[in-house]
């Protein structure tokens, strides 16, 4: 493997450590990872989910909120559709808990046993049946064209809640909230599907508000040369609807012709500081018989922000910590706006409170569905741990307890890699409704035995999926092989439907090549596919859409249907399109080195470095340090099932460090001895063992001192 360290640019790095008031380390860091915008610098630096972006860019959200609210009035049942994966099972209970929670009657639905995903027929004709007029599907249906039309036929309206890629033909629904769809309106587009939900909770409480729909005018006024500039911005539910500019030369026009009158008609007038405003516009419209009526604002920052007392809008936009995240400098009436957003969301925080302590489920949803770690995701992510840290929901406690992980500082590695299998193993065995009832419930008696029960379909599913392994393994060395390495197809009866997408991560894991594994049942044939990264899927599966009767999915995991007799036209096909595939280079052989940590640099006190990047996952992988000339003091070969780890005590001179190097017992007496001075590459993890917190190394790579080159990028 080659170790490449990129060369930084230091007065690149003196200047974002000056800017956000950063340690150098932590600037280098974020200088090497190319995360040097603004933009990008807020979302590891703030928490506050003020900064999340407004459900309002949707621009269907509107007409969801108030169809939803014309339902709960009118006593309509709502029916919900989820999925049966963690996003699914999280997204279903998220909008459950929400309606619920404001008096609505609901019904909800997953996937169980071998049915399909998404809406299906006899889906929509059991609403018919019940007399439902409302379906909101969570985290599935965009691809569900025809059976959102026979919905409509049935006089059913369906609002789809979904974050998968759409396909061409968006289905024609009542409304759709999906950040992927070109002209969805929204900034961001890799929120998982209980993120999406999440916006639609947190409008719905927002839609409780005086602030709803009130349309609201920020006004700001510059005397100029000869002229007064008036600068106008118009909002309704915090978006931006319009704006304007106007320069009033004194007597030339009057109050009541000028745009400002027709740009403040019909709305709230909010003015930065009332008093000295209406001294500007008295002279910029000499004999007005009256002023602009308006709330002066700043008392309300002043109430917040003490600090801002007597200052003006000029002066804050040097100290504002919100200007610090913006690309190009604020003007002062755009400086207002976000203040504005800012103060009155604070105001309100007791309205959305409920809603943003369902943040718990969203992070469990955006881990489990491998999201990007970038944007929003990281805000909602912190804030859900926070959360899921306080042990607040009985179900979701259950499990921390029976994992025995009560008691520390849940992380997303201890989600992604203990909470999440369980959860996920209940949609895997075709009873995704047993997940859903343990996070809904507050019975002692049913988390108890719900909790164990996941337990039990958990060992199962590792019992299914090691069996369906040994089985596939040939086969699947022979593929790879055909493809010349470039793909692995498997198509057999034997793998249960609901761990397809397991096997073929796996597949994926150990190949590196893109993996479709087929399983058949007695109508259909269904797959799934997973792939590496920046090899998309949807590109790939769109070669074979003549033969499908449906597909979908996200950028690299994606699955698929088609009737039985085109499984050998699909196979065919597959390996002459293979053969043409030109994948792109995994990063497995090459370790970016995100820091240098010079061992007498190497102590406790650097773990708290950790904090300021985290949470890690997807996108965002733990930080990846380079140490040199530590000491082996000893080494032990560990392991389970085999014998093949490493547990090794470092030495860096001040400070001894235990550490872990996963399959690394053939590096033992070749790359290194006891005693040895070596140089490493490793992450840093803190350990949770007998109610302690252990600091550890854990190490990816390691040389005898000075024996291997580093390379630059």
Request: charged share 25%.
């Amino acid at each position: 493997m080659n170790w490449i360290k990129k060369e930084l640019d230091k007065k690149q790095v003196k200047d974002l450590a000056s800017r956000y008031k950063l340690d150098m380390l932590s600037a280098a860091i974020f200088v090497r990872r190319g995360i040097c915008r603004p933009d990008e610098l807020l979302f590891y630096l703030e928490d506050d989910t003020r900064f999340l972006h407004n459900p309002f860019y949707f621009k269907d959200m509107p007409k969801v909120i108030e169809r939803i609210a014309q339902a709960i009035a009118a006593g309509e049942k709502i029916f919900i559709y989820g999925d049966r994966d963690v996003d699914g099972i999280t997204s279903t209970v998220l909008i459950v808990d929400c309606l619920h929670s404001m008096g609505a009657l609901v019904e909800w639905n997953v996937p169980l046993g071998d049915d399909d995903y998404g809406l299906s027929f006899s889906d929509i004709d059991n609403v018919h049946k019940q007399g439902g007029t409302l379906l909101i599907t969570v985290d599935c249906g965009i691809s569900n064209h025809k059976e959102v039309e026979y919905a409509s036929e049935k006089n059913i309206q369906t609002i789809i809640i979904d974050h998968h890629n759409p396909p061409k033909k968006i289905p024609k629904a009542y409304a759709v909230i999906n950040p992927k769809l070109p002209d969805s309106g929204y900034p961001f587009r890799d929120l998982s599907g209980c993120g999406v939900v999440f916006k639609v909770d947190w409008a719905l409480h927002f839609s409780h508000t005086e602030l709803f729909n009130s349309t609201y005018c920020l006004l700001h006024v510059k005397p100029g040369h000869e002229a007064y500039s008036i600068e106008g911005i118009k909002l309704q539910n915090f978006i931006e609807v319009d704006r304007f500019r106007e320069n009033i030369v004194p007597g030339v026009v009057s109050l009541e012709k000028s745009k400002l009158a027709e740009f403040i008609a019909d709305a709230q007038v909010f003015i930065f500081n009332q008093a000295e405003h209406e001294k500007l516009l008295a002279k910029a419209f000499p004999g007005a018989k009256e002023s602009v009526a308006g709330v002066d604002f700043h008392p309300l920052l002043v109430k917040l922000f003490p600090e801002f007392n007597n200052k003006s809008l000029l002066t804050i936009r040097e100290t504002s910590r919100l200007v610090r995240y913006q690309k190009n400098p604020l003007s002062e009436i755009d400086l207002f706006r976000d203040l504005f957003g800012f103060v009155m969301l604070k105001n309100i925080e007791p309205a959305l409170d409920k809603c943003l302590k369902r943040l718990d489920l969203v992070a469990l949803g955006t881990i489990a569905d491998m999201m990007p770690l970038l944007n929003e995701n990281r805000i909602i992510v912190k804030n859900g741990l926070r959360l899921i840290n306080t042990f607040g929901r009985q179900g979701l406690r259950e499990l921390f307890f029976k994992k025995k992980l009560h008691g520390k500082n849940i992380s997303t590695r201890d989600i992604a890699w203990q909470i999440s299998p369980l959860i996920n193993a209940s949609g895997r065995l075709g009873e995704p409704d047993k997940a859903i009832e343990l996070l809904l419930t507050s019975v002692e008696n049913e988390k108890n035995t719900l909790a164990d029960y996941l337990f039990t379909l958990n060992k199962k599913r590792k019992s299914l999926s090691d069996a369906v392994w040994d089985k596939i393994s040939r086969e699947a060395y022979n593929c790879y092989e055909q493809t010349e390495g470039k793909g692995v197809l498997i198509v057999s009866r034997s793998v249960p439907r609901g761990i397809t997408g397991i096997i073929a991560s796996r597949l994926v894991n150990h190949f590196k090549v893109p993996a479709v594994i087929i399983t058949q049942l007695e109508e259909k044939a269904v797959g799934s596919m997973r792939s590496i990264p920046a090899f998309k899927l949807q590109e790939f599966l769109h070669q074979f859409r003549d033969l499908f009767s449906d597909y979908g999915g996200h950028d690299f995991a994606a699955g698929f249907s088609m009737p039985l007799e085109r499984v050998d036209s699909f196979k065919d096909r597959y390996f002459k399109v293979t053969q043409k595939l030109v994948l792109p280079e995994t990063s497995d052989e090459k370790l970016v080195i995100d820091a240098e940590i010079p061992c007498r640099y190497l102590k406790p006190e650097l773990f708290n470095m950790l904090d300021l990047f985290k949470p890690f996952g997807e996108a965002h992988p733990a930080l990846l340090l380079l140490s040199r000339g530590l000491t082996v003091e000893s080494c032990e070969v560990v392991g389970k099932k085999e014998q093949v780890h490493l547990k090794l005590l470092l030495n860096t001179g001040s400070h001894k460090f235990p550490a872990m190097l996963w399959n690394g017992v053939d590096l033992y007496k070749t790359r290194f001895n006891i005693h040895d001075k070596v140089d490493i590459i490793y992450r840093l993890r803190v350990n949770f063992y007998m109610n302690t917190e252990i600091l550890q190394l854990i190490v990816q790579d390691i040389y005898r001192h000075n024996e291997k080159q580093i390379l630059s990028a």
